[in-house]
Nanobody
Framework: QVRLVESGGGLVQAGGSLRSSCTAR????????MGWHRQAPGKERELVVS???????NYSDSVKGRITISRDNAKNTIYLQMDTLTHNDTAVYYC?????????WGRGTQVTVSS
């Protein structure tokens, strides 16, 4: 069974930065397409960014240029570097992993951007 554990959320002022990570307890982690989704209060969960097994990222338009995803397959971990944060980035951020018919989610980490 795959388990994803996020860390690194928190409270930050507008314009600031945060770095989050997600570590997977799984075999064959390198085969997973990994990603971060977020859900703001009263809104649907949306994809922020994903990264393929070979490190190719796919960013949503709302975060391009401000967010960077990376992965370290040796550590079963992906990272999310968020810069120039705004109030609109306030949400619970969920780690996601997909491989074939397998999909798993972390419990989420809260990111709050204060104005």
């Amino acid at each position: 069974q795959v388990r994803l554990v996020e860390s690194g959320g928190g409270l930050v002022q507008a314009g600031g930065s945060l770095r989050s990570s997600c570590t997977a307890r799984a075999t064959s982690f390198s085969r997973y397409v990994m990603g971060w989704h977020r859900q703001a209060p009263g809104k649907e969960r949306e994809l922020v960014v994903s990264i393929t097994f070979d490190g190719t990222p796919n960013y949503s338009d709302s975060v391009k240029g401000r967010i960077t995803i990376s992965r370290d397959n040796a550590k079963n971990t992906i990272y999310l570097q968020m810069d120039t944060l705004t109030h609109n980035d306030t949400a619970v951020y969920y780690c996601n992993g997909r491989w074939g018919s397998v999909e798993c989610w972390g419990r989420g980490t809260q990111v709050t951007v204060s104005s």
